[in-house]
């Protein structure tokens, strides 16, 4: 007999129940009191330094400012220190290469909060396609009220730099969770929670619905509808001349979708098993299967690959180009069409490698693939991406066409650089691609980075899995066990932890000196700064889905254990110890760390813990947590509420056990993990009589904690200060 959600498993007493309540008085009360402590704590000279100095960073305006390109200009959203919550801007390629271009503000968020009296945080602008000629004039501006998920889409009018007005017409969409689209200049394609439309059990939209300029949300057609308890809908229109499609998604898990095609007015499914990814561009259809797929006798492994034209499979042609087929070490992680080739990134050892494909050449290997050329543009223990700058960019004015394509390096010491690139074929008719590319922006030092070194090395976790770790260290690093180590990890979702250059870390942690062990003669203390290590564990995507498949639901403990060999690892070789060890992590990563505070506290002498899941009971009835239950298991089915229970922190608290320091912190706003967990835990912790535990949440700021560099700077701050001073120099 199956067992379902129906056979609820019994409910642990829970005592905190009442503080699921965001907004009420006394749950917020009990907030305050929390950070008021907390504040005391940590809000010393030492932290108002830091702090300033993680917003020197965070402000400076020798950063690059990222482009995106539409039509002939370049696009730029901006925050600084004069612009806390952001400039959306634009500049012309002459400009932009230019030391200190001349900027085009389109929207200064600022002063839209000042004016309207709501604290605007900018989600991004959806353009509409011009007409052939035309500029590129009207976009859907996304702004959250308070920095969560849930947007209002409002048109914008770039040319006259103002929204385009409700009463004449203007799109502007109530603010919910969602996903919005132009089908044409006075068509918009909507999913959205607001105005009454269902919602799945995971707080998003249920269905999608045709929106004519003027019309209301509330009376719109109904276009697209999925079941309530699937995770959600989503609706697209692919407006790309010559290959004008709308497309449909029903979300069914995180990992599992059924992709649909409008034609002559009926919805035609895709016909891929539902964990396979499908993406169409032009007249291609591309094809990711999470697991090992089986067709017409020929099996895929998962992480592959594929290709077929996109009216042929939809015809029931079965044959698939193998465009990239993983290994051992090697797995996919990104792509990106220019004109005319396909970019692939990929990680091998997690240390970028990119890759040129040619649809018009095949390869002289098997299985009908496009000719390979490896793009000479990445450095060990580095991230280098590449992506298209515009596609259908046939002769633009800045000189550029559709096979230009961007470049952006970093490395754990090695400032972000961003390139610029030409693809082209090899004159000579052989296989292959020629590009070039050229520096155009780099950014500033933040640290003394040449000083410290970056190092792989691979732990050995319970089961013999060998799991990589980065170590970034001061030169010469004594391995006499007393260095402040700070390690992060995520494990979750197939997302990849790869090197990236942070000023934040560097000032914050890396170049942060005490004294903590007499030298080599027994009299003058050594001065200190601290390791910084990221461990890539199973459940990421480091190693592409199957690493990640690795520590799903009842195998979660496989992430914690290769976390847990890590930190072994780096005590092991001498390079910390116990009390020198602290782990940091969020959201997924606050689990984490959640876990490695309640399953192994014999190996960390502090846990800073934030925007975390911490109860695995409840999380599906809480904020957006029912769309994890592909990732963690359902807990309301007893069977799979056994294996849960083994890594719900919240529950596996225990009286008598030697904790270490615990930083918990988390947001009000935030709609995606929700605040409530991190205060349960807290509250728990701090009943049992548990010592230095201590808890912060920010009341405002969304899952990222911060809507503004000021308030990252100080969530950072609190996070980087607490575990020096639990890690160096001892918690009052």
């Known amino acids: 007999m199956t067992t379902t959600a129906a056979d609820s498993a019994p409910e642990p007493v829970d005592e905190n129940v009442w503080l699921e309540e965001i907004y009420g008085e006394e749950q917020l009360a009990w907030v305050k009191e929390q950070n008021s402590r907390t504040e005391d704590l940590l809000e010393d000279a030492d932290y108002a330094g830091l702090e300033g100095s993680i917003l020197e960073v965070l402000d400076s305006t020798d950063r690059i400012a990222m482009v995106g390109k539409r039509g002939d200009w370049y696009y730029n959203f901006w925050k600084d220190r004069h612009n806390p919550k952001g400039l959306w801007r634009r500049t012309t390629w002459e400009s932009y290469c230019t030391d200190s271009p001349e900027w085009d503000v389109l929207l200064d968020v600022d002063e839209l909060a000042a004016a309207e009296g709501q604290e605007w945080v900018f989600h991004g602008a959806t353009f509409l396609r011009p007409g052939a000629g035309e500029p590129y004039r009207l976009a859907l501006l996304a702004l959250s009220p308070d920095g969560g998920d849930a947007n209002r889409y409002r048109?914008?009018?770039?040319?006259?730099?103002?929204?385009?007005?409700?009463?004449?017409?203007?799109?502007?969409?109530?603010?919910?969770?969602?996903?919005?689209s132009w089908l044409d200049a006075d068509t918009l394609l909507v999913a959205s929670t607001a105005d009454g439309l269902p919602k799945t059990a995971s707080s998003y939209a249920r269905t999608a619905v045709t929106l004519k300029r003027g019309a209301e949300l509330a009376g719109a057609p109904l276009l697209f509808e999925v079941p309530e308890h699937h995770m959600m809908a989503v609706v697209a229109h692919d407006s790309t001349p010559g290959f004008e499609r709308t497309f449909a998604v029903d979300y069914i898990d995180f990992f599992n979708r059924r992709n649909l095609v409008l034609r002559d007015g009926e919805w035609v499914q895709i016909d891929v098993p539902t964990d396979v990814n499908v993406i169409a561009h032009r007249e291609w259809l591309l094809f990711r299967p999470q697991q090992d797929w089986a067709i017409d006798g020929t099996t895929y492994p998962a992480g592959s690959l594929l290709a077929c034209g996109?009216?042929?499979?939809?015809?029931?042609?079965?044959?698939?180009?193998?465009?990239?087929?993983?290994?051992?070490?090697?797995?996919?992680?990104?792509?990106?069409?220019?004109?005319?080739?396909?970019?692939?990134?990929?990680?091998?050892?997690?240390?970028?490698?990119?890759?040129?494909?040619?649809?018009?050449?095949?390869?002289?290997?098997?299985?009908?693939?496009?000719?390979?050329?490896?793009?000479?543009?990445?450095?060990?223990?580095?991230?280098?991406?590449?992506?298209?700058?515009?596609?259908?960019?046939?002769?633009?004015?800045?000189?550029?066409?559709?096979?230009?394509?961007?470049?952006?390096?970093?490395?754990?010491?090695?400032p972000t650089t961003l390139m610029r690139g030409t693809l082209e074929r090899t004159s000579d008719g052989t296989p292959g691609v020629v590009s070039r590319h050229a520096v155009v922006k780099a950014s500033p030092s933040f640290f003394a980075d040449a000083d410290y070194e970056v190092q792989q090395h691979f732990a050995v976790s319970e089961d013999g899995t060998r799991v990589p770790y980065f170590q970034v260290a001061p030169r010469n690093l004594a391995l006499d066990g007393q260095n402040p180590t700070q390690l992060s990890g995520y494990g979750g979702f197939e997302v990849s932890r790869t090197p990236a250059y942070s000023g934040t870390v560097g000032r914050a942690w890396l170049e942060r000196r005490t004294s903590l062990s007499a030298g080599a003669d027994g009299d003058a203390p050594h001065s200190r700064g601290g390791v910084y290590v990221v461990a890539n564990i199973r459940g990421g995507g480091e190693y592409g889905p199957a690493w990640h498949r690795a520590a799903l639901q009842e195998n979660r403990h496989k992430a914690y254990q290769d976390f847990a060999a890590v930190a072994r690892d780096l005590i092991s070789r001498g390079v910390t110890s116990r009390e020198r060890l602290g782990c940091v992590g969020g959201s997924n990563g606050g689990l984490l760390v959640?876990?490695?505070?309640?399953?192994?506290?014999?190996?960390?002498?502090?846990?800073?813990?934030?925007?975390?899941?911490?109860?695995?009971?409840?999380?599906?009835?809480?904020?957006?947590?029912?769309?994890?239950?592909?990732?963690?298991?359902?807990?309301?089915?007893?069977?799979?509420?056994?294996?849960?229970?083994?890594?719900?922190?919240?529950?596996?608290?225990?009286?008598?056990?030697?904790?270490?320091?615990?930083?918990?912190?988390?947001?009000?706003?935030?709609?995606?993990?929700?605040?409530?967990?991190?205060?349960?835990?807290?509250?728990?912790?701090?009943?049992?009589?548990?010592?230095?535990?201590?808890?912060?949440?920010?009341?405002?700021?969304g899952h990222a904690g911060a809507s503004d560099n000021r308030q990252a700077a100080a969530l950072q701050a609190r996070s980087q200060h607490f575990l020096w001073k639990a890690l160096a120099g001892g918690l009052a």
């Open 310 to 414: 996109f009216e042929d499979y939809l015809a029931g042609a079965r044959e698939l180009a193998v465009l990239f087929a993983p290994d051992a070490r090697t797995s996919l992680q990104s792509w990106s069409w220019t004109r005319n080739f396909l970019l692939l990134n990929l990680l091998k050892d997690v240390s970028s490698e990119i890759r040129v494909l040619d649809p018009s050449r095949p390869s002289d290997g098997p299985g009908g693939a496009w000719a390979a050329t490896l793009l000479d543009a990445c450095p060990p223990l580095h991230d280098v991406n590449a992506y298209a700058v515009d596609d259908e960019d046939a002769e633009a004015s800045d000189g550029g066409a559709g096979d230009d394509f961007w470049l952006v390096a970093t490395g754990f010491t090695t």
């Open 594 to 701: 959640g876990n490695m505070l309640t399953r192994y506290p014999e190996l960390f002498g502090a846990v800073s813990c934030g925007v975390p899941l911490l109860d695995m009971r409840r999380y599906t009835r809480l904020s957006a947590g029912h769309s994890w239950i592909a990732e963690y298991g359902d807990p309301d089915v007893p069977e799979q509420w056994e294996y849960i229970r083994t890594f719900s922190p919240y529950h596996l608290l225990k009286d008598g056990v030697e904790y270490p320091e615990t930083f918990i912190w988390t947001a009000t706003s935030d709609d995606r993990v929700g605040p409530v967990q991190a205060r349960k835990m807290a509250a728990r912790m701090l009943a049992m009589g548990i010592p230095n535990v201590w808890f912060h949440e920010a009341l405002e700021g």
């Open 155 to 180: 048109e914008f009018d770039v040319e006259s730099r103002s929204f385009v007005d409700p009463a004449r017409g203007g799109f502007d969409l109530p603010t919910a969770k969602g996903n919005v």
